[in-house]
C-alpha cells in the first residue's frame, strides 16, 4: 500500500496551465503504475492520464490527449501532471491513484491507493 498526497491544484483563466504534482510514500514507488482521475460535479470519475513503472508507457484519454503530459521520477517518489491549453471542462478534483500491476489500466476499480484530491478550476 502507498499513501499519496496531491498539490498543485487552483484557478486558471482558459488557454492557461497547471502543473499536479504527487507524492508517494510508503510503498516501493517504482513498482507501482500510476494514474490522474478527475470527477467534475455530478459526475462519475473519469480516466485522464497513466504512465507505466519505468515512463516508458504512457497513455491518456481523448479528451486530454495533446494537452497534458504525464510523468515521474521514481528517486523522487513523485508523479506529475503537466496540463497546458485548459479549457474550462477540465474543472474538476483531480485524482492521483496507484496500481500494484505493471499493466496501465483506466478504470477506476483497478486503482487500490488514492490520494485525496486537488481542485482545479478552469475560468472562462
Known amino acids: 500500500q502507498v499513501q499519496l498526497a496531491e498539490s498543485g491544484g487552483g484557478w486558471v483563466q482558459a488557454g492557461g496551465s497547471l502543473r499536479l504534482s504527487c507524492i508517494g510514500s510508503g510503498g516501493t514507488f517504482s513498482m507501482y503504475t500510476m494514474a490522474w482521475f478527475r470527477q467534475a460535479p455530478g459526475l462519475e470519475r473519469e480516466f485522464v492520464a497513466a504512465?507505466?513503472?519505468?515512463?516508458?508507457?504512457?497513455t491518456y484519454s481523448d479528451s486530454v490527449k495533446g494537452r497534458f503530459t504525464i510523468s515521474r521520477d521514481n528517486s523522487e517518489k513523485t508523479v506529475a501532471l503537466q496540463m497546458n491549453s485548459l479549457k474550462p471542462e477540465d474543472t474538476a478534483v483531480y485524482y492521483c491513484?496507484?496500481?500494484?500491476?505493471?499493466?496501465?489500466?483506466?478504470?477506476?476499480?483497478?486503482?487500490?491507493?488514492w490520494g485525496q484530491g486537488t481542485q482545479v478550476t478552469v475560468s472562462s
Open positions: 491513484a496507484a496500481r500494484w500491476q505493471s499493466s496501465i489500466s483506466a478504470y477506476v476499480a483497478s486503482y487500490a491507493d
Open positions: 504512465i507505466g513503472w519505468s515512463s516508458g508507457r504512457t
